[in-house]
């Protein structure tokens, strides 16, 4: 099988990834560049809404109450690290290396065991087509339609006096509590939404995959974080339409060019070092472009 045609078989299973990652790269980028608060629980919220999902269908929860069960444990999880820096004054990554090295004895505890599998269970994909549910083409239409919806939302909430809060403590914490903003309020609220968003991910990964593992968080930080640089690249963060568009357009993007690799022969093994040198080259593509220019003087970067 040639390279192209190799490709073009592998492209249903990336727009899947991609969309799921999708949802993942938007809580990455909530508490980074919305708040300015660089955060690492999404490793550990990430199979946090997994082992939370499947431990729910365990005890026979329908998919959809089972789903809302995860966001709202990821949700909890990005309020852990909040209260952490709020309270103990500790660095944003230190907080979330704590907060998703305790989840990782949660999740067992939850689940009862490393890891649970799922394909007896009902999903949100078997509730929505029934048997047509392993059809590759409904999943994404699904992901796709969930995709934009909370994309739209997250659109008209930062249109709102808390969402323009929120954004107001990442532009300048000194300049929100001037105006009387609760910075410890909204930040916990932007770490609940991140978390919430990368667990349920992870929720309609599980169900995708039909099993939840502890080990699922593994990588997914760096594969977010790389689909935010790369449409950030692509399509720039000056305005709040293109930070909630770049992640999700570069998660789409990032995991074709996955498949391409992988169609070229790369072994699954190295991606995580090519995900690695991507984000790196792509970081230090701005740099050269503002050594080059030179400094510019009253332009916000």
């Known amino acids: 099988m040639g390279v192209i045609d190799l490709f073009v078989s592998l492209l249903p299973v990336n727009i899947i990834q991609g969309l799921i990652y999708a949802l993942v790269a938007l809580g990455i980028m909530i508490p980074l560049r919305i708040l300015s608060f660089p955060d ?40 852990a690290t909040a209260s952490i820096h709020r309270w103990l004054r500790i660095n944003t990554m230190l907080c979330g290396i704590i907060v998703l090295t305790i989840l990782f004895s949660i999740n067992v505890r939850i689940m009862g065991k490393p890891n649970i599998a799922l394909f007896s269970h009902p999903s949100v994909f078997s509730l929505m087509f029934g048997e047509n549910s392993v059809n590759q083409y409904n999943q994404i239409l699904l992901l796709g339609l969930l995709v934009a919806m909370v994309t739209v939302l997250l659109y008209f909430f930062f249109q709102t006096q808390a969402g323009m809060a929120m954004r107001a403590v990442g532009a300048s914490v000194p300049m929100a509590k001037a105006q009387g903003i609760d910075v410890a309020r909204y930040t916990s ?62 998660a789409f993007i990032y995991f074709q060019v996955i498949g391409f690799v992988l ?19 792509t970081m230090l593509v701005p740099i050269v472009r503002k050594t080059d220019t030179g400094p510019t003087v009253g332009i916000r970067e």
């Open 40 to 79: 690492l629980t999404s490793e550990g919220s990430f199979p946090l809404g997994a082992c939370a999902l499947a431990a729910c269908l365990e005890l026979d929860f329908s998919p959809i109450g089972a789903t809302m069960v995860a966001v709202f444990s990821g949700a909890l999880a990005g309020m």
């Open 189 to 250: 609220w932007g770490l609940a939404i991140g978390g919430a968003l990368t667990a349920l991910g992870a929720s309609l990964q599980a169900q995708l995959q039909g099993f939840a593992d502890v080990n699922l968080g593994f990588g997914v930080l760096i594969n977010g974080l790389a689909a935010v640089i790369l449409g950030e690249a692509l399509l720039g963060n000056q305005s709040i339409k293109r930070q909630l568009l770049a992640p999700v357009v570069g």
């Open 263 to 281: 169609a070229l022969g790369l072994r699954p093994s190295d991606l995580k070092a090519l995900t690695g040198m991507f984000v790196l080259i």
